[in-house]
């Protein structure tokens, strides 16, 4: 018996120029070749209780001789980045159990392949790549940073694997490939927020000083956003100071910051250098507003800076307080397991797992997901995800048909420590 299934196609983004069949085919086996005399630091991990066993070759079903349809988590559990990606790796685990409890895709469950990207882009090329073709997952969620995501996530377009970025906010991560979109909001629509609520605590703000982390491609990114928004709000752009996200010593440039009297600080880069680069302002003498760009939207900054980083404000896409029915089992799922409120990096991780298995569970309604050839069935999940509504956590959200996110609610917070300046939280500005 034949099986015709016919898929509702939906808009494609615009064509991109594609190589040749042969020159991807030569491609493909020069990037094999290179990728086995590469030491790689991705490492394979599946959630406890899950079979480790891959799913077939592309040739074969996506879940026919597997228990489960296995989905890809690329993200950094290790280096200096280790700090945003085991928030992910939080989130994504939280995601599977609520979803498979929930019967996964009507009654087949889901499992997570974690792989570790580190915090370079050589690692997410090896982790897409052992994700891709020796896990065969059907999508993946990752990677962690916007300068991994340019370098990685045309692997995944070329082999027709959709990615959905959990925290790529940079200029252009849509555009890289039709197989590749984002539940991250750009930093285009989030990062002017902060500016906003810095006026409104101090209304006298007239001058501004920006550092920002200039080997990666988020800060870079987020940096000419806020720069234009502090030109747009007619204040003055004082001083630019540059760094590296693997500095500990910023004396010389918060020096040369504090040297030109601003009223405002705004800093982009991520946990432990953005942390390290407070601690050293305030100590200092710096007294004024700081804002915090998304790299250091974390409570694993509060280690870093302690006290210091009292009053931080940080633009938000994610509130624990948005009230919705699957935000609050997540929330009440992460305060239970680790006794504090989520972040945002876990919410949108749950995000990406979310809208994969909603677009898995759409498919299947119109032919069985364990039927179809792996290959196909990226396509069609690739397809499907980007023409779904989704209430996830981070509110209603959608895609445009090039894969940008449509999301409506953000907000802003203030860090607020506690007197032993251990521990900390964010506070909600109204």
């Not at 974690?114 to 050589?122: A, R, S, V």
């Not at 991250?184 to 920002?212: D, E, H, R, Y």
């Not at 234009?228 to 590296?244: I, S, Y």
């Amino acid at each position: 018996m034949v099986y015709i299934y016919v898929f509702d196609r939906p808009p494609m983004k615009k064509p991109t120029s594609r190589p040749t069949a042969l020159f991807v085919t030569c491609a493909s086996l020069l990037i094999a070749c290179t990728q086995t005399n590469t030491p790689q630091t991705a490492t394979n991990t599946v959630s406890p209780g899950t079979s480790p066993t891959p799913a077939t070759s592309p040739q074969g079903s996506a879940a026919g001789n597997s228990a489960a349809i296995p989905v890809g988590v690329g993200v950094a559990q290790t280096s200096n980045v280790a700090l945003l990606g085991q928030e992910q790796v939080a989130g994504a685990k939280i995601a599977e159990k609520y979803f498979n409890d929930k019967g996964g895709v009507d009654g087949t469950p889901i499992r997570l392949v974690f792989q570790d990207t580190g915090g370079d882009e050589q690692g997410a090329i090896n982790a897409f790549n052992t994700l891709i073709n020796q896990d065969k997952v059907v999508g993946i969620v990752g990677p962690t940073l916007s300068q991994q995501a340019f370098s990685a996530d045309p692997i995944a377009d070329r082999a027709k694997i959709p990615v959905l970025a959990p925290s790529n906010t940079a200029k252009g991560i849509p555009q890289i490939g039709d197989y590749v979109a984002r539940v991250s909001a750009p930093v285009a629509v989030v990062a002017p927020n902060a500016v906003k609520a810095a006026l409104k605590q101090n209304p006298n703000i007239k001058k501004v000083a920006v550092f920002f982390a200039q080997n990666d491609a988020f800060s870079k990114s987020e940096t000419e956003t806020f720069q234009t928004t502090v030109k747009d709000m007619g204040l003055e752009l004082a001083t630019v100071q540059k760094f590296l996200t693997t500095d500990t010593d910023f004396q010389s440039q918060a020096t040369n910051g504090i040297n030109v009297k601003p009223d405002l600080i705004i800093i982009s880069g991520l946990a432990a250098d953005g942390g390290n680069l407070i601690k050293q302002l305030r100590e200092l003498g710096y007294k004024g507003v700081i804002i915090g760009g998304n790299g250091l939207n974390t409570s694993n900054v509060f280690p870093v800076c302690k006290a210091l980083c009292d009053g931080v404000l940080i633009a938000q896409a994610y509130s624990p307080e948005y009230e919705n029915e699957i935000n609050k089992a997540f929330r009440d799922a992460y305060r239970a397991q680790f006794k504090k409120e989520p972040p945002q990096f876990s919410a949108q991780a749950f995000t990406g797992v979310q809208v994969f298995v909603e677009s898995l569970k759409a498919i299947n309604a119109k032919s069985k997901v364990s039927e179809k050839p792996l290959a196909e069935l990226r396509t069609n999940l690739n397809q499907q995800l980007l023409v779904g509504k989704y209430d996830t956590p981070l509110g209603e959200i959608s895609f445009t048909p090039e894969g940008e996110i449509n999301q409506k609610e953000f907000y802003v917070a203030k860090i607020k420590m506690e007197a032993d300046g251990n521990n900390g939280k964010f506070e909600f500005l109204k």
